[in-house]
Structure formats: C-alpha cells, structure tokens
C-alpha cells in the first residue's frame, strides 16, 4: 500500500471516449500531481496543485483537464485523445513547506495504464 | 545536452553481485538527489534520498554523489531477484515536491537467480 491509490488500473478508451482518472491520497500532504509516463522517455510532470491551487501545467494539451474538488482528490479528465496519448499516469503527492523550501519527496500511487485506440 | 542521463539497460548480473547504477547531470543547482525503485505494474516508490555530495546507506543500498563531478551513483550488495526492478535517479535544486524535479529515464536491472 502506498497511501496513494488510484483508479483504474487500466483503461482502453476510443479517441472520441470521454474518461476520468481518479487519485486519492492517505498520506495528509497537500500538493498532488499527475505525471505522464511513456517508454524510453523521463517522467514527464503535468499538472501540480498546491493547497489546492493549480500551479502549473507545463503546456499539456487542453485534452486533458484535471480537477482537484480538495487535498486528497486528484482527478484527471480525458476528451478526445490520440493515440500518442497512451502511456502510464501517474498521480504523487507531497508535504510541501509554508516556511521554506525543505519540502518531502514524492510519493507515487501504481498509475493508471491507459490505452487510447 | 540533456540534464540528466542514465543509461536505460537492460543491466543483468548474478545473484549476490554488486550492481552500481549511475547518472550524469549538467545543472550545477541541483543539491537534492534521489533514487527511486519502480517495479513492473507499479509506480516509483522512494528508495534513498540525499543532500549535496557524499554518500548515504540503508541496509544493502549506498547512494553516493559527487558533485565535483556532477554524478550519483547507487550501488546494491549481495543483489537479489527481488532487486529486478527499473530504478529512477532524480534530483532537485529545491528539498522536493515537484518544483524542478528532474528524472533519469530510468535503468532496467535484471537479477539472475
């Protein structure tokens, strides 16, 4: 169990599918992230949310929208996916400091394997 | 030049060998340094986690970095099947979180039993 849990586990999706991925964290931290994993390629940072706010977004296509409703829900929406958009994503969460930059690691759920045809 | 490099593998030794995992890095700022250990069907779960140059153990795991020479290094002893696994480097100019949060593509270790 790592305190963070995300659903499902796998999903197959047509391009015109609409679809959400689900995270919950257990941990009591209060930033949480969708990272995108694909073969051969570093992990690759999506979206972050701190304290609830939305941070950054790092120019992800507006295909995918993410919703954080408080501190331990992080949900990701999908419309009208590619192809290329198939990979591994992964939701983390962190302690992150209102005093100084002494924040904690990260720490990942098992990732949702979805797969867009 | 990427800002991190690490070689993909796959990386296959015998059971009980010494298994030394590296990465190289060009940004001078990063100071935070961490290896993480991510099993088929899994996310990445923290292995070791350390601050500027020198080295750090647990158990069977040293992470060791230099600076000098912008490098890291993990090193396993006594390596065990339940080692196979494919392992991260990442590191940081800040103490963590995601704020400039920097990962290798990560190196496929393979245990011979």
């Known amino acids: 169990e790592t305190g963070v849990t995300q659903t499902p586990r796998h999903l197959v999706m047509g391009m015109t599918n609409k679809k959400s991925l689900k995270c919950e964290q257990h941990l009591g931290h209060n930033a949480m992230y969708w990272y995108k994993q694909s073969a051969k390629k570093p992990l690759e940072l999506m979206f972050v949310?701190?304290?609830?706010?939305?941070?950054e977004n790092n120019s992800v296509p507006s295909r995918f929208s993410p919703e954080c409703p408080n501190s331990s829900h992080l949900f990701l929406h999908l419309h009208t996916l590619q192809p290329e958009d198939s990979a591994l994503y992964l939701c983390?969460?962190?302690?992150?400091?209102?005093?100084?930059?002494?924040?904690?690691?990260?720490?990942f759920g098992n990732g949702t394997r979805l797969t867009v045809t | 030049q990427k800002e991190v490099e690490q070689d993909p593998g796959p990386l296959s030794v015998p059971e009980g060998a010494i298994v030394s995992l590296n990465c190289t890095y060009s940004n001078s700022a990063f100071q935070y340094f961490m290896w993480y250990r991510q099993y088929s069907r899994k996310g990445p779960e923290l292995l070791m986690y350390?601050?500027?140059?020198g080295n750090k153990e647990d158990g069977r795991f040293t992470a060791q970095v230099d600076k000098s020479s912008k490098y890291i290094s993990l090193f396993i002893r006594d390596s065990q099947p339940s080692d196979s696994a494919t392992y991260l480097c990442?590191?940081?100019?800040?103490?963590?979180?995601?704020?400039?949060?920097?990962f290798g593509k990560g190196t496929h270790l393979i245990i011979q039993p």
């Open positions: 990442a590191m940081s100019g800040s103490g963590g979180g995601a704020d400039g949060l920097t």
């Open positions: 949310y701190n304290f609830k706010e939305q941070t």
């Open positions: 350390t601050y500027s140059s």
């Open positions: 983390a969460s962190s302690q992150e400091s209102l005093i100084d930059r002494n924040n904690s690691p990260l720490h």
